[in-house]
Each structure stands twice: as structure tokens, then as C-alpha cells.
Nanobody
Framework: QVQLVESGGGLVQAGTSLRLSCAAS????????MGWFRQAPGKEREFVAT?????????YYADSVKGRFTISRDNAKNMVYLQMNSLKSEDTAVYYC?????????????????WGQGTQVTVSS
């Protein structure tokens, strides 16, 4: 069982940066790949970034955020982060972190067993 709690969202201006954090409970955190997803009003939840289960693991990004967002994890602290730079108004959404059992990440929401409650990110233009 893994419980996830996101933080760090807020209202920012376009072009600025924000760092989201996701705190995970449980001693088996290092056995889960992690992902960040987002959901804008009226839209389906979409993939943002994923990282394999080891600290400093392999990462993969949605094309829409590649080069601007960075996912990282610290297994010693049971934390996952999403550094978001050069934010755009289209990045406005509720951001969720999620845990997937096993080493490899995934872009598919169905692969993830545990989800946080989400944190709102609003980017004003």
C-alpha cells in the first residue's frame, strides 16, 4: 500500500517556474515507478512524465512538456518531484502523482495502482 500526497501547486504567471512535490508513505516506495499526470477542466487525464523505480532512474516525458519539465525522485526521502519551467497557460490543470508497481514507468493511467489527491496549478498569461 502506498499513499501519495502532492504539494507545491499555485497561481503563477506564464514564463515562471514551479516545483511540485509528492510525498509517499510506505517502506516499499523504491519498488514503484512513479508518474505525473494532469487533468484540465473538461479534458481527460493526460500523461506528463514518468521515472523508473531507482533514484536517478530513466525518465520519459510528454512532448508538450519535454525540455521544460523535469521529474526526479529521492528514494531515501520517499519523494518525487516535478520541476516545471517556462510555464504556459496550457499547463493549467490539476496535477497528480501516481505509483506503478515494478521498475518501468508508463504513460498509461491504467498501469498505476495508487494516486494522490492532486494539486492545482494555474498559469496566468
Amino acid at each position: 500500500q502506498v499513499q501519495l500526497v502532492e504539494s507545491g501547486g499555485g497561481l503563477v504567471q506564464a514564463g515562471t517556474s514551479l516545483r511540485l512535490s509528492c510525498a509517499a508513505s510506505g517502506r516499499t516506495f523504491s519498488r514503484y515507478a512513479m508518474g505525473w499526470f494532469r487533468q484540465a477542466p473538461g479534458k481527460e487525464r493526460e500523461f506528463v512524465a514518468t521515472i523508473t523505480w531507482s533514484s536517478g532512474g530513466n525518465t520519459y516525458y510528454a512532448d508538450s512538456v519535454k525540455g521544460r519539465f523535469t521529474i526526479s525522485r529521492d528514494n531515501a526521502k520517499n519523494m518525487v518531484y516535478l520541476q516545471m519551467n517556462s510555464l504556459k497557460s496550457e499547463d493549467t490543470a490539476v496535477y497528480y502523482c501516481a505509483a506503478k508497481p515494478g521498475p518501468g514507468g508508463s504513460t498509461d493511467t491504467r498501469a498505476y495502482d495508487y494516486w494522490g489527491q492532486g494539486t492545482q496549478v494555474t498559469v496566468s498569461s
